[in-house]
């Protein structure tokens, strides 16, 4: 079986609210990223600036919101909806206002350090997120750690639970290590101070090439004038590793590492020139380090671009590396090429489109982390802005294919890549893949098959688009594939075809069960073609129970299964004609309905004068009640019924019968 997919190009579905066309994003300059939505400063508290930014998903709901530090303190917006954000509330500053603010999140608290005197660690419960239905809602602390009073920033390995707050008054200013396991009790675990103050940091649990570091803890720190490598597996014994730094430094601010977690990234915020133009600036310079080994690293030199602007912060996602670059906006970089010292701005976007003088002001932080693969990044004194990425396009990230041998899709390449490129797909088994290469940006159509050998299951799975050099591009997004639409059951224990004598309270039906099946479609008629329903339920089980007698007469049963591709075809019909005697309804001449079933009037025959009758349905309700005036034929109207069965009682009689 054959199951194709045509996919329109664009992210989840979601359509930019400014897609950059021939260089511009309305009045922003841009390439391959669109303008999804801006926030302005007075619409998230009123603060003079902002700082940073981050991104955090609620594992109950899965929506995505924003975090933004503000000088008063932190913002946190509903980007659920991109192109129409929420403003949810203000957590305020824990003592007084500051330009600086750092955010940085792990196992759904997230944690705020600032320059404010005194201000300490503050934890933040973002589930609280989820729960905002009137917002702006003015939030209060999780909880506070006080070890330190002012701080620069922070980061943290979520793998171990620990926080290193850099710039603090203790230690030199150097790590001060915060465990945060338990969230809300933060405790002091140690600190390192013998290379002084520490700007900004990266830490992790190493997986890096290193041998010698298998499974240690270990911190890259941005120490100014060196890239200082700590290593933190005894907390209370920090280690110095080596220490390294490059001709003409200027301020090792802060950096990233690559994918394969062997090449760092330093942004470095002085190295541009001075402040007052007297010199000669040098474009903005990002600078490359190789960390094959951890004690012998070496200083590759630095890519640099066409504009003077300050590099302030940078984060790695996949192969791209993504800067906030000041007034130059968000600039991203392909490392496809790291190897070689080598490394391609392929696009970006200007959110201070005036100029790109070497000053403190437009983008101070990006995120790029988010499942929806949108970019936030804050403007110092104008709000935030989302942005989409239009790199590498897939335009849906999830997949839910039933039966399906076969999944044809379109890729959408927009960025200056190093090309040809081939497709492979990783994490899901014996499949192949099946594409023409792509020798330039656009459109390529990647063929996935044989699926059905992979066997039922949700894969979570990488698209790899691969150079000629060895290396990959990888978008990645789920496969779920199911077995297919349930087949028709096969019906169990049939009744004798001609007659059933029962005077139990209830009739049990039965069919194999379909290991595709999530559940069933019982239906229960009075006519061949189903038009009549007696009983229509769902269940889980391949059985029904029926907990009344029904009335004598021809019946027919059938059942269909389920699951979440559809619904299977039904059973085949089967017929039983039904007699049953119960003490509680015997029938006598004092009460007679007919035509059983009925449809627009049902007579009712008997010696009825000034009797009550009493028409419920199967629950018990009571739908009509009325008392006759004379004996003999009364007609009743009963269009305004259900179709179902309801029980007549009139004195001590009851008759059961069926509404068409």
């Not at 675990?189 to 649990?205: M, N, P, R, V």
């Not at 090792?252 to 990234?265: C, E, M, N, P, T």
């Amino acid at each position: 079986m054959v199951f194709l997919i045509c996919i329109a190009l664009s992210s989840n579905n979601l359509q930019a609210q400014t897609p950059c066309t021939n260089g511009y994003a309305g009045t922003y300059p841009c390439s391959n990223m669109d303008l999804v939505a801006f926030v302005p400063l007075s619409e998230i508290g009123g603060g003079s600036n902002t700082s940073d930014i981050w991104g955090w998903v609620s594992p109950v709901t899965g929506k995505e919101y924003a975090l933004v530090g503000v000088n008063n303190g932190t913002a946190f917006l509903d980007i659920s909806v991109p192109t129409a954000p929420v403003y949810l509330g203000m957590l305020p500053t824990h003592t007084v206002n500051s330009l600086w603010r750092d955010i940085e999140t792990f196992n759904n608290y997230c944690f705020i350090v600032s320059e404010a005197n005194n201000h300490g660690l503050q934890v933040f419960d973002l589930m609280q997120l989820d729960n905002v239905t009137n917002p702006p809602v003015a939030f209060e602390e999780t909880e506070h750690y006080n070890g330190f009073g002012h701080c620069h920033t922070l980061n943290i390995d979520v793998q171990t639970g620990y926080c290193y707050c850099n710039g603090t008054n203790t230690y030199e200013g150097g790590l001060h290590i915060v465990d945060i396991n338990d969230p809300l009790n933060p405790t002091l675990a140690g600190g390192f101070s013998l290379d002084g103050y520490t700007h900004d940091c990266f830490a992790w649990s190493y997986d890096g090439p290193d041998p010698n570091f298998a499974g240690k803890q270990v911190v890259l720190a941005c120490n100014e004038d060196e890239l200082t490598i700590v290593d933190v597996t005894d907390k209370s014994d920090c280690q110095a590793v080596a220490s390294y730094s490059y001709d003409n430094v200027g301020y090792i601010h802060q950096g990233w590492i690559s994918k394969d977690k062997r090449y760092f990234f330093v942004d470095d915020e002085l190295d541009e020139g001075d402040l007052s133009n007297a010199g000669t600036p040098s474009g903005t310079r990002t600078h490359l380090f190789d960390l094959n080994s951890l004690t012998e690293g070496v200083y590759m030199g630095f890519y640099e671009s066409d504009s003077p602007s300050i590099d302030h912060n940078l984060y790695v996602l996949d192969q791209f590396i993504y800067e906030s670059n000041y007034r130059s906006g968000v600039r991203v970089l392909d490392a496809v090429h790291i190897a070689d010292g080598t490394l391609s701005e392929v696009g970006f976007f200007d959110l201070y489109p005036a100029n790109d003088f070497i000053q403190y002001s437009g983008t101070w932080s990006n995120y790029p982390y988010l499942p929806s693969r949108l970019n936030l990044a804050t403007h110092m004194y104008e709000g935030f802005y989302i942005i989409k990425p239009t790199l590498i396009n897939l335009s849906q990230y999830s997949f839910d294919l039933c039966g399906a041998d076969q999944l044809v899709m379109q890729v959408e390449v927009n960025a200056d890549l190093a090309f040809p490129l081939t497709f492979a797909i990783e994490g899901i088994p014996n499949v192949s893949v099946s594409a023409d290469p792509l020798t330039a940006p656009g459109l390529a159509t990647v063929t996935i098959s044989d699926l059905l050998a992979a066997g039922p299951g949700m894969y979570q799975v990488n698209l790899a688009l691969q150079t000629t050099f060895g290396q990959q591009y990888e978008v990645p997004f789920t496969i779920t594939l199911s077995n297919g639409a349930p087949v028709a059951p096969v019906l169990l224990n049939l009744p004798d075809n001609s007659l059933v004598s029962n005077t139990a309270t209830s009739i049990v039906f039965e069919w194999v069960a379909d290991e595709n099946a999530t559940s069933y479609i019982f239906e229960l008629a009075t006519d061949a073609a189903f038009t009549t329903i007696v009983e229509a339920q769902n269940t889980t089980l391949n059985t029904f129970l029926i907990n009344y007698n029904l009335p004598d007469g021809v019946y027919y049963w059938r059942v269909k299964a389920i699951n979440e591709c559809g619904s299977g075809q039904w059973s085949t019909a089967f017929q039983f004609n039904l007699t049953i005697v119960s003490v509680n309804e015997i029938p006598t001449t004092n009460l007679k309905v007919y035509p059983n079933p009925a449809n627009e009037t049902l007579y009712i025959h008997g010696s009825l004068a000034g009797t009550t009758i009493v028409i419920n349905d199967m629950s018990g309700r009571m739908v009509k009640s009325f008392v006759t005036n004379n004996s003999g034929i009364y007609s009743l109207d009963i269009s305004d019924l259900e179709t179902g069965m309801y029980i007549m009682h009139a004195n001590a009689d009851a008759v059961r019968w069926v509404k068409k």
